[in-house]
């Protein structure tokens, strides 16, 4: 007899195993470094002075945002016309000028590519 368990339902019950598991001493321990965790802001340099839970807060309303966003845009003919004809004209714009500006950048990001220069 096989029986498949789903991997998020196993993870349910031993995390809910070990912490019944736990007296009420370390218990308390525990929630309370998780908090401390959420709540302190963190030093690396893409995620400085933002807390976990700031952090999370974030990456949802910008998840949601681009739903929104993709929502409307995507079914409305009118405005995907308007925008894909606003997208041509700038580039038009940027390669007629600021073509060299352009081919400036180009020619540093390949060669950067090329000699494997990160910064």
Known sequence: ??????????????????FQSFDEQKRDSLIKSALDYLLKPGSESYNRGKTPLQSAFELALNQQALAVAESLLKDNVEVKAKLESMMLDALVNITT???????????????KALTNERY
């Open 1 to 18: 007899m096989k029986i498949d368990l789903d991997s998020d339902m196993v993870k349910e019950v031993v995390s809910a195993a070990i």
């Open 97 to 111: 000028t600021r073509r060299q500006a352009i081919v400036d950048k180009m020619s540093d990001a390949l060669l």
